[in-house]
């Protein structure tokens, strides 16, 4: 019986794990941990069609508690490593200024719906870059030079169901507080990344690029749209910067949208506990 060489193996191991999407993830990790979030790799949901337990690669979250509710904005990351064939984003010659719809149009607990709702008409809201569309708006995603599998919808998908699962369950949670949750669908790739459109001529237009933002006429999430965010590595430190902004400025600025939705929640406690006590003394 011939024993491996242990160093042989570990090389072979070496470049294998290079190779790999694990490696992609590790990295993604890395990062929303360096930009304050908490950060779970391999992280699983259930999947809210099917109701099978799937796995999404990085989850990333912060929360605040804001007058006994709390605001928490979650990331549903799924990591791609696609060095041989770019990915193109295919997108609209121009995208629908309704700066509320593009606030409101997330994934979502349903304390996070009436809170987006809330806040979807202040101007400084939809300026923020987590909320602010493009000039042009992705609406699908294609691998190039290569049949197989859809990698980039099945990606899209992984993230948009991620996102409304966790959105779901925030809706759930049985807690004395109210969970206002926004969850971004996010997918990021190792490779190269086009976006593709129409000239106002009708010739095609392509370029590189680093950050789309794909308005997915999927309902998937739960809302009209599936808003994914598809960018590269390269793009992530800073998109993280801009969530960073977001969430501060929801969470200082927003707070009495916020909290007024909670005072509501705790007058319902108060209504059905006062129902349940009056049933209660009913049956003596």
């Known amino acids: 019986m011939t024993v491996a060489d242990p160093t042989s193996v570990v090389d072979k191991l070496r470049r294998w794990f290079a190779d790999s999407g694990y490696p992609l993830e590790m990295r993604v990790a890395a990062l929303v941990s360096k930009h304050g979030f908490a950060a779970y790799q391999s992280e699983h949901y259930r999947d809210p069609d099917r109701r099978e337990i799937r796995e999404i690669d990085v989850v990333a979250m912060d929360a605040l508690g804001v ?33 509320p719809t593009h606030v409101e149009d997330r994934a979502a607990s ?6 987006l709702k809330r806040i979807s008409s202040r101007e400084e809201i939809q300026n923020l870059t987590v909320f602010r569309a493009n000039p042009r708006n992705g609406y699908s995603v294609v691998r190039a030079f290569g049949d197989g599998p859809d990698v980039p919808y099945a990606a899209m998908m ?4 991620a996102a409304r699962a966790l ?21 990021v790739v190792d490779g190269l990344l086009f976006e593709a ?10 370029s590189p690029t680093i ?9 998937i999430a739960g809302r009209t749209h599936s808003v994914v965010r598809v960018m590269c590595i390269e793009a992530l430190p800073s998109f993280l910067n801009e969530v960073r902004v977001a969430f501060d400025k929801l969470a200082t600025d927003c707070r009495d949208e916020l909290a007024c939705r909670n005072r509501y929640h705790k007058v319902q406690q108060g209504i059905r506990g006062a129902r349940a006590t009056l049933s209660s003394r009913g049956h003596r």
Not at 70 to 79: D, G, P, S, W, Y
Not at 110 to 115: D, L, Q, R
Not at 167 to 187: F, K
Not at 211 to 219: I, K, M
């Open 167 to 187: 959105a779901d369950e925030a809706t759930h949670v049985r807690a004395g507080y109210v969970v206002a949750e926004i969850v971004l669908p996010i997918v």
């Open 158 to 161: 992984s993230a948009t169901k």
């Open 67 to 99: 007058d006994g509710g709390k605001l928490k904005l979650t990331l549903a990351i799924e990591c791609k490593t696609s060095r041989d064939k770019p990915w193109l984003v295919l997108c609209s010659a121009q995208t629908d200024n309704d700066g």
């Open 110 to 115: 349903k304390a996070g719906i009436e809170f």
């Open 211 to 219: 950050h789309e933002l794909v308005y997915w006429r999927n309902p």
């Open 197 to 206: 459109h129409l000239t106002p001529d009708g010739e095609t237009s392509v």
